[in-house]
């Protein structure tokens, strides 16, 4: 029985309400009427319950189409401006106990090259990092008790946050692990981590179960309940994901709107984040095995449908996409996107080709930060290093509330405008702080109130005498 409140998985997550919506989606996607009333609602930027917006994602009409493109640009537009946040993802260990069949890390995979790093490696990684100009890290481990047991993952993230190179510190790590207990989650929430990400892959319980026949992740449930516990232990960002081609795209676009729903009715917050990462080529694994692989287009349309649905909720895009792909879906709601990434373990230290086979799958954008920081201010975008409403306590339902009255642009501009400018005055080639400072000024001038302009002004001319660490 569907029950958004309840605190079992099968109860939140409705196999038949899911169903239900898909016919009721199906059934109406032609109906002009009421898909012209859910537009309405969508206007309002306060969101769309999971039914309403899967009638959008399966609308029909052309005309109507256009109209759910426009409005996802407009609400990007006026619930996250033109920033972009930048992070890069940091593998630790590939040791993995589970049988994912979609991940080359499943444990009888005996071709890839097999690393755990030490403190001292996860140190060189950090060091590699911070000298991109990178501020914020999700780290990623596959799951394994012996090999990467908690106490280790806590280790890690005290060293990350210890290093100090020149100008560089990581401000923000946030964490990609397996499902864990509440005890564990309350250790990482007191090691100060930032979202607590964990990707459903998919919320077809029995396409889950035959995707992970075995180890700790079969259990659906167990991993479904993940971010309740994650909550009950103090966490209060969590970041969904659903690995797009291994079910239909339906019915993880319900899935997902429901969890969030779930989440909202019961801690009165809903996730920090969405990821819509899709299946890529990797070691031993070929996407096309899997039957549910999603086109560019149909991509575009799932994102500015999220985009509509939770407006204050950020959206993550991956280097698993191309730089085409990930110009199309910024202006559709993309808010945070990795740059430079490498997803091998140890690679950024040693890009040495043997590693790449410890990588988790291919990359499609391989450009450096610095490339991928210009394309992104050419296009118009503001790149954000901003990591200020986590150092500030602005988590949880403190951020959310500044995000529905869209009183974030007046912390996140101004940090967006300070952090690109210690970027740019650290660590960017000439060409991008040609195109950089230009937009900073031009930005800066465009800040409407007085006393946080003067401020700004001020600080951006402190970075460039070398102070640092600038926030509102
Ligand atoms: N081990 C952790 C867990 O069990 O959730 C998470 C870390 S894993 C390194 C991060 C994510 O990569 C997975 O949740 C999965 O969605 C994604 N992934 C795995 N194989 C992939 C592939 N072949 N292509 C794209 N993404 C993949």
Redesign the pocket.
């Known amino acids: 029985m569907y029950n958004p409140k309840s605190q079992n998985a099968e109860e939140f997550i409705s196999h038949e309400e899911i169903l239900e919506t898909l016919e009721y989606a199906e059934n109406n996607k032609n109906n002009l009427d009421l898909i012209n009333k859910i537009l309405e609602k969508a206007k309002l930027k306060k969101g769309l319950t999971h039914r309403e917006a899967s009638v959008l994602l399966a609308c029909e009409i052309e005309d109507k189409n256009n109209e759910i493109f426009k409005l996802a640009e407009q609400i990007k537009q006026d619930f996250y401006g033109n920033r972009i946040v930048l992070f890069a993802p940091l593998?630790l260990s590939n040791y993995?106990v589970?049988g994912?069949v979609?991940?080359?890390?499943h444990y009888d995979n005996k071709t890839i090259c097999r690393k755990k790093l030490t403190q001292e490696e996860i140190k060189n990684e950090v060091i590699a990092l911070q000298d991109m100009g990178h501020k914020r890290l999700a780290i990623?481990?596959?799951?394994d008790p012996v090999n990467n047991p908690i106490e280790y993952v806590l280790e890690s993230i005290n060293t990350i946050y210890s290093i100090k190179h020149k100008n560089g510190a990581i401000r923000r790590v946030n964490v990609?692990?397996?499902?864990t207990t509440v005890e564990n989650y309350r250790k990482l929430h007191e090691a100060g981590i930032g979202t607590y990400i964990?990707?459903q892959?998919t919320y077809n319980k029995k396409s889950y179960e035959e995707l992970h026949p075995t180890g700790p992740?079969h259990n659906y449930a167990y991993h479904t309940e993940a971010m309740d516990r994650a909550m009950q232990g103090g966490i209060d960002d969590v970041g969904l994901?659903v690995?797009f081609g291994l079910e239909s795209y339906k019915y993880e676009f319900a899935g997902i709107l429901m969890h969030a729903e779930h989440l909202e009715a019961v801690y009165g917050v809903g996730p920090h984040t969405i990821s819509v990462?899709?299946?890529?080529?990797?070691d031993g694994?070929d996407?096309n095995t899997f039957d549910n692989g999603i086109d560019d287009d149909i991509f575009a349309k799932i994102v500015a449908c999220i985009r509509i649905s939770v407006p204050y909720t950020g959206m993550i895009i991956s280097t698993?996409e191309s730089e085409e792909c990930r110009k199309r879906l910024l202006s559709l709601g993309v808010s945070q996107i990795s740059g430079g990434s490498k997803t091998s373990v140890g690679g950024y230290f040693n890009p040495m080709p043997e590693d790449e086979n410890s990588a988790?799958?291919d990359v499609s954008d391989r450009r450096p930060l610095d490339d991928v920081i210009r394309w992104l201010i050419e296009m118009g975008y503001l790149p954000s290093f901003c990591t200020a409403c986590y150092s500030s306590g602005r988590t949880g339902d403190r951020f959310m509330e500044i995000c529905k009255d869209q009183q974030i642009h007046n912390f996140c501009q101004p940090n967006a405008l300070m952090t690109l400018k210690e970027y740019l005055v650290d660590y960017a080639s000439e060409e991008t702080q040609k195109v950089g400072f230009k937009l900073i000024a031009e930005q800066a001038e465009l800040l409407e109130n007085p006393t946080i302009k003067t401020t700004v002004l001020e600080n951006l001319k402190k970075i460039e005498e070398g102070q640092r660490d600038f926030k509102f």
């Open positions: 593998y993995c589970n994912c979609y991940c080359p890390y990623e481990t596959g799951e990609n692990i397996a499902a964990l990707f892959e992740k994901g690995l990462p899709r299946i890529k080529k990797a694994i996407p698993r988790q799958f």
